[in-house]
Each structure stands twice: as structure tokens, then as C-alpha cells.
């Protein structure tokens, strides 16, 4: 799918690699003076990952998620707690030592939320609570298994944990086919088309009661059949804590990935001693789902890289356009365009270098840009504006103001 088939092979590195592609677009880097599996965002990058972002934020709160954040780093008696010390003390960063407390960097971001949901007495009357997090994480990851954005050892997690009434009125499940509704449509926004799911069960070593992972693995089974999805069995699959939901995505190259997941977290819920009350009156635990879209942003981002070959459609374009007069004389009304588009919202550049236009042209279709607006003499004289589509379709003359409508609805309908 990579449109620059010119370029000489590296070993180990293909054409639709995220590595040589984000090199290739000055999307990232790593650094040894930084040290292994910890990525720099370079400009470019960091607008698409805004974009993912921002339409993450904007997708969670119409949904009736709450935003939150959680610190970097916490006291060991939260790890100790939650279990990550006795079970995950080894992809765990080593302590340091503050007014003679230790402190770990977070390797996950749930135990936050069980203290934010633990901060006050909770009633039934506010459950579904759904809390959110874009929360950089970090784990020990041995040298030899890095690979690019793939797999780092600092990265960004879309956690979010929704704590549900455990009762018979059926919210467990209701609240799992939302998410599964959820990912469906977030996926499908990145042009996944092809989505399998598998429900993995109770593993040989586990924690819970069995009435709460039988509960767990009913509501599971019966919302993936609530929205109409056909599912595999990994029978003993599930996680330690809780049963799952993996959802498994095929890029434009025929690729499977494991992108979202939805889990039930049998374990938490009771370390904390979280409880709410019930209409009786009484101390209730609530049912706790884990649930992730992206998985991780980096490792998400790194697929995009390679699911689009680095040609990013309009919305997520780190930049959309790019203005290019013909001559030195086009330059006054090129930088006017690029001006009036600006204040569209739209993401551009001039490229005035006193190259010829055609190289100029074949610059911008390299970047993999998704338009080229040139300005001659035509286009002063009538007003207009040329523009050129990503993947080499022919210029077609236009009035400024109906493009700049249709690239707004292109960007409105994520094309």
C-alpha cells in the first residue's frame, strides 16, 4: 500500500513499516540519551495525536463518560493493595524513596480510579459511574522485545472503568453492550471494517467468588449477543481477575491486531473494599468493568501508520494542505489563501521555494499530503483555486469558499 515504492530496503524494515514511515514523515524518534521504549513525539505526530485525542474526549463525553487524571507515580501501599507488587512486581519500575516512603512510577492506571470512586459513600442512585483516562503508563520492557511504537516502555493507556450495581436489574450487561457498541463505531472511524471477537473464561489460577465470575462471564456472553455479534470461546483465557471481551481487527494489509478489550475486574473492587448502597439499604460491591479502545495510543498510532501506508485521511492529516504558487508574483494571493483557510480551521503551509512547481508537486505528494492548492495566474484572474487530491488525480479548478465547505464536510464525516 506505501505509494513511494522507490525507496531502498533497509534489513528488517518494510515499506509499510510504522518505523521507516514515521522516519520517512518526521513523526517520531527515539533517543538513546532519553533511553529505549520511550518515544518523542515530533510536531507532526503530536497533531495526529491530538486528533486521536480530541475525538477520543469528544466521543467519551457524549457518551456519559467523566474525564479524570491521576498522578505519575504512587506510594507502595497502593501497589500493595491492588496486588501489582506480589503479582506484576516485575514489569514494575524500581522504587524510589521519598521522606522515607517508596514510591513506584504506575504501571496501570485502575488503582487511581478505585481511589477516586472510594474518595466519598456512593449511592445506587449514581451508578453507572463511568470514569475515563488518557494515563501514561510505564513498564519494564526487556531490550530485545522493543519494537518501535509497537512496543515501548512508556505509553498512554484510554482506560476507563465504569462501577455498576451488582444486582439482578441487569446493568452489568446493559453497560458491556454499550462499550461493545462503543468500539464498534470507534473502530469504524478508522476505516477497521473487519472486527472478530473472543470471550475469554476463567483461568485455572484466578480470585472472586465463582457466583460473581459466573456473573461475570453470563453478562459478557449474553451483550455480545444483546448487539448482534458472533464470538469465539478462549476457554481458561480470562485474566486472573475477570473474564474478557478481545476485540481483533484486520488493517488494510490483511493483518490481524488485538485492539479493545472489555473486562470484568473481579479483584479490585474487593481490595479496595469499594462499596456502595443498595435500595436495601445495605453495603454493596459493585461489578467493575475495565474497558480500552485504543489499547495504548502508541501501539494504536503505530497500526495507523501502517493501516494508512503514513497517508492519513483529512481529519487526522498532521498537515491537510499545502498552498504552492506557480511563481513569485502568486506569492502575496498564496499566503491570503493559506490565511483564509487558516482561519477555517483547516491545517496548511506555503511552499514558495524557488523550486519548479512540478518538484514542488512531487514534494507534497511524498509527505503524502492530502491536498495541493497552487495559485497562478488563472487562479488570480478568476478568483479561484486549484487543487490537487492525494493519489494523483488530475487539478481541478474551484471557488475558494464551496472547497473549503466540502473539505469541512469531509472532515466532519472523517473520510
Same mark, same amino acid.
Given at each position: ?308 501506508? %503514513?497517508?492519513? =485521511?483529512?481529519?487526522?492529516?498532521? @498537515? ?5 504558487? &506557480? #511563481? *513569485?508574483?502568486?506569492? $502575496? !494571493? ?56 492525494? %493519489?494523483?488525480? =488530475?487539478?481541478?479548478?474551484?471557488? @475558494? ?5 466540502? &473539505? #469541512? *464536510?469531509?472532515?466532519? $464525516? !472523517?473520510?
Amino acid at each position: 500500500m506505501s505509494e513511494n515504492h522507490s525507496v531502498e530496503r533497509e534489513p528488517g524494515l518494510s515499506l509499510d513499516d510504522h518505523r521507516r514511515i514515521g522516519r520517512e514523515l518526521d513523526l517520531f524518534s527515539f533517543a538513546e540519551a532519553v533511553g529505549p521504549g520511550l518515544a518523542l513525539w515530533h510536531p507532526k505526530g503530536a497533531l495526529v495525536r491530538i486528533g486521536l485525542e480530541d475525538y477520543w474526549r469528544k466521543e467519551h463525553l457524549a457518551r456519559g463518560y467523566d474525564l479524570v487524571y491521576s498522578p505519575h507515580l504512587g506510594r507502595s501501599t497502593l501497589w500493595e493493595t491492588s496486588g501489582h507488587l506480589d503479582f506484576y512486581r516485575d514489569s514494575m519500575y524500581a522504587p524510589m524513596t521519598v521522606d522515607e516512603q517508596r514510591y513506584y512510577v504506575k504501571p496501570m492506571n485502575c488503582p487511581f480510579h478505585m481511589q477516586i470512586f472510594a474518595s466519598r459513600r456512593r449511592s445506587y442512585r449514581e451508578l453507572p459511574l463511568r470514569l475515563a483516562e488518557l494515563g501514561t503508563v510505564y513498564r519494564y520492557e526487556r531490550s530485545g522485545v522493543l519494537n518501535g511504537l509497537l512496543r515501548v516502555r512508556g505509553f498512554t493507556q484510554d482506560d476507563a472503568h465504569i462501577f455498576c450495581r451488582n444486582d439482578e436489574e441487569g446493568e452489568l450487561e446493559e453497560e458491556i453492550a454499550g462499550v461493545l457498541r462503543f468500539i464498534v463505531e470507534f473502530l469504524e472511524a478508522f476505516r477497521f471494517r473487519r472486527l472478530a471477537f473472543s470471550l475469554s473464561t476463567r483461568p485455572e489460577k484466578s480470585v472472586g467468588s465463582d457466583d460473581r465470575w459466573v456473573a461475570g462471564e453470563a453478562a459478557l456472553a449474553r451483550a455480545l449477543e444483546r448487539v448482534g455479534r458472533s464470538y469465539e470461546v478462549d476457554d481458561g483465557g480470562g485474566a486472573f481477575y475477570g473474564p474478557k471481551i478481545d476485540v481483533h481487527v484486520e488493517d488494510e494489509l490483511g493483518r490481524p491486531w488485538q485492539l479493545s478489550t472489555v473486562q470484568v475486574d473481579l479483584n479490585l473492587p474487593e481490595r479496595f473494599a469499594l462499596g456502595y448502597v443498595g435500595p436495601d439499604g445495605r453495603e454493596h460491591v459493585p461489578f467493575v468493568v475495565h474497558r480500552a479502545l485504543f489499547g495504548s495510543l502508541e501501539r494504536f498510532f503505530a497500526i495507523l501508520v501502517e493501516h494508512y501506508a %503514513g497517508a492519513f =485521511p483529512l481529519w487526522l492529516a498532521p @498537515l491537510q494542505a499545502r498552498v504552492l504558487p &506557480v #511563481a *513569485e508574483r502568486h506569492q $502575496k !494571493r498564496a499566503r491570503e489563501v493559506a490565511e483564509i483557510l487558516r482561519k477555517a480551521e483547516l491545517r496548511v503551509d506555503v511552499d514558495a521555494r524557488g523550486e519548479p512547481l512540478g518538484a514542488r508537486v512531487r514534494d507534497g505528494e511524498r509527505e503524502k499530503l492530502p491536498y495541493l492548492v497552487v495559485i497562478g495566474d488563472r487562479e488570480i484572474a478568476s478568483g479561484s483555486i486549484s487543487v490537487r487530491k492525494r %493519489g494523483g488525480s =488530475p487539478s481541478e479548478s474551484v471557488e @475558494l469558499s464551496h472547497w473549503i465547505s466540502a &473539505v #469541512a *464536510e469531509e472532515q466532519r $464525516k !472523517r473520510l
